[in-house]
């Protein structure tokens, strides 16, 4: 998709109206693959992923894990977020062999927003020194190691 693009839901009329309008330069159907991550397709994964299923608001998440379970029958719901009227996250659990499959298949559902693979956070300077703030009156700096 372009840089700067915003992605309008619209009868065909309003459609109509917009194409119209003298800043319009492109339209598309908002296909699956315009929704998947990159990093989903790039490679073969070797250990299952936790993927996370942006759907438009309104949308029922409850229905739309059960068709990815006709796509991937193992796998299973880890988290739910939000709610239906805001646009949902279902994050689901895929086996490693059906990654690209479910992300692919999933998106194509005109239900979903975006599919992207979500990981626990985790501390990026983990290398670190630990530093304890000693909090005393006298403005000096007390390192503790």
Sequence with gaps: ????????????????????????????????????????????????VILHFRLFPGEGPLGFLEKLRGIEPEACQVGLLGEVDEGPVLRVLCPAGGVRNLAERGAEEEAVWSVEPWFLPHPLNDQSVWVVQSYDTVNRTDYAL
């Design 1 to 48: 998709m372009p840089r700067h693009a915003y992605l309008v839901r619209a009868s065909r009329s309003d459609l109509g109206l917009l194409k119209a309008h003298p800043g319009f330069r492109w339209l598309d159907r908002y296909r699956g693959g315009y929704k998947v991550d990159p990093r989903l397709l790039a490679s073969p994964w070797r250990q299952p």
